[in-house]
C-alpha cells in the first residue's frame, strides 16, 4: 500500500509560481511512477505530469509543457510539482497519485492510491 500527501498549495497571482510536494510512504514497487493529477471545478479530472521514479523521467502535458517541473527527493520521498506562470486556468485541486506500472496521463485507472488533493487558486 501507498499513501501519499499533497502540501504547499494555496493562492497566487497570474504570472508567479508555485510549487506543490508529494510525501510518499508505503510500498516502493506500487508507486513505479508518480504523477499529478488537477480537476477544475465541472470539468474532468486532467493528467499534468508524471514521473518514473526509478530514472527519473518526465512527461508533461501539453498544457502545462514548458511551465511544469516535476522532480523527486529520493532520500525525503518527495516528489515536487513546479508550475511557473501560472495561468487562471490552472485553478484547480491537485492530487497526486501512484502506480506500479502504465504511468499515463490520459487515464486515472492506473493508479491505486491517491492524495487528498490540496487547491490551487490563480487570481489576476
Known amino acids: 500500500q501507498v499513501h501519499l500527501v499533497e502540501s504547499g498549495g494555496g493562492s497566487a497571482q497570474a504570472g508567479e509560481s508555485l510549487r506543490l510536494s508529494c510525501a510518499a510512504a508505503?510500498?516502493?514497487?506500487?508507486?513505479?511512477?508518480i504523477a499529478w493529477f488537477r480537476q477544475a471545478p465541472g470539468k474532468e479530472r486532467e493528467g499534468v505530469g508524471v514521473i518514473y521514479t526509478g530514472s527519473g523521467r518526465t512527461v508533461y502535458a501539453d498544457s502545462v509543457k514548458g511551465r511544469a517541473t516535476i522532480s523527486q527527493d529520493n532520500a525525503k520521498k518527495t516528489v515536487y510539482l513546479e508550475m511557473s506562470s501560472l495561468k487562471l486556468e490552472d485553478t484547480a485541486v491537485y492530487y497526486c497519485?501512484?502506480?506500479?506500472?502504465?504511468?499515463?496521463?490520459?487515464?486515472?485507472?492506473?493508479?491505486?492510491?491517491w492524495g487528498q488533493g490540496i487547491q490551487v487558486t490563480v487570481s489576476s
Open positions: 508505503g510500498d516502493a514497487d506500487s508507486r513505479n511512477c
Open positions: 497519485a501512484a502506480a506500479p506500472s502504465g504511468c499515463s496521463l490520459q487515464s486515472t485507472l492506473w493508479y491505486q492510491a
